[in-house]
């Protein structure tokens, strides 16, 4: 069945960029998004790139797609304290529209 | 602020009883969806709704149920409460019936003592 993979937790010194990665079962995905959830709050939708894309720039994020791997990273440059938070990768699939989602990634920063 | 409104914040209720969550969802949306987060579990799809009619089932325990309104906006009715339906659920909502992103709301923190 579908699934999506990420490592739990991510430490990164503030100033330094974070890459955070995501593996896909699906090769039939057609969106994959990345969120983000501060404490106490909803998931907030960052970024999200077409499965027919290999790379899409927004400001201090970059999302890299390697279709052929199946894997999907995100990298925030100049991590800041206020980017101390649980990343979501997601997929939408191109079966059913289903989305699903990983488990998260906690990203914590060093000072 | 994604648009998407949910309340209750916070309830605080005992097991066996009833409650309900609700949602509205953005301007323009049609698409209603509910999850559940909880620590062990991570984010559980429970169900779908798209202009009123169900349309896709997850997770979800026979003793929950939900609905979509003609005015779209959503409620989630969790019955037979136990200890282990204490989390965090969330709604959200997208445009289309599948495959465009989904904006959520700030959740409901339901626990159950």
């Known amino acids: 069945g579908e699934d999506v993979e990420q490592s739990l937790f991510l430490s990164v010194r503030e100033g330094d960029s974070s890459v955070i990665n995501c593996t896909y079962t699906?090769?039939?995905?057609?969106?994959l998004y990345w969120y983000k959830q501060e404490p106490g709050a909803g998931l907030q939708l960052l970024t999200y790139?077409?499965?027919?894309?290999d790379m899409k720039q927004d400001q201090r994020l970059t999302v890299l797609l390697n279709k052929k791997d199946k894997h999907l990273s995100l990298r925030i440059a100049d991590t800041q304290t206020g980017d101390s938070a649980i990343y979501f990768c997601?997929?939408?699939?191109?079966?059913?529209?289903?989305?699903?989602f990983g488990k998260g990634t906690r990203l914590h920063i060093l000072p | 602020d994604s648009g998407v409104t949910q309340t209750p914040k916070h309830l605080i209720t005992a097991t066996g009883q009833r409650v309900t969550l609700r949602c509205s969802p953005r301007?323009?949306?049609?698409?209603v969806y509910w999850y559940q987060q909880s620590l062990d579990q991570g984010l559980q799809f429970l169900i779908q709704?798209?202009?009123?009619?169900?349309?896709a089932k997850g997770n979800i325990l026979e003793r929950f149920s939900a609905q979509q309104f003609p005015d779209l906006h959503s409620e989630l009715n969790l019955s037979s409460l136990e200890l282990g339906d204490s989390a965090l659920y969330f709604c959200?909502?997208?445009?289309?019936?599948?495959?465009?992103?989904?904006?959520f709301g700030n959740g409901t923190r339901l626990t159950v003592t």
């Open positions: 301007s323009g949306d049609l698409s």
């Open positions: 790139i077409f499965s027919n894309m």
């Open positions: 959200a909502s997208s445009v289309a019936e599948g495959g465009s992103p989904l904006h």
């Open positions: 709704y798209y202009n009123g009619e169900e349309r």
């Open positions: 997601a997929e939408t699939s191109g079966r059913d529209d289903k989305i699903i």
């Open positions: 699906d090769s039939s995905s057609t969106y």
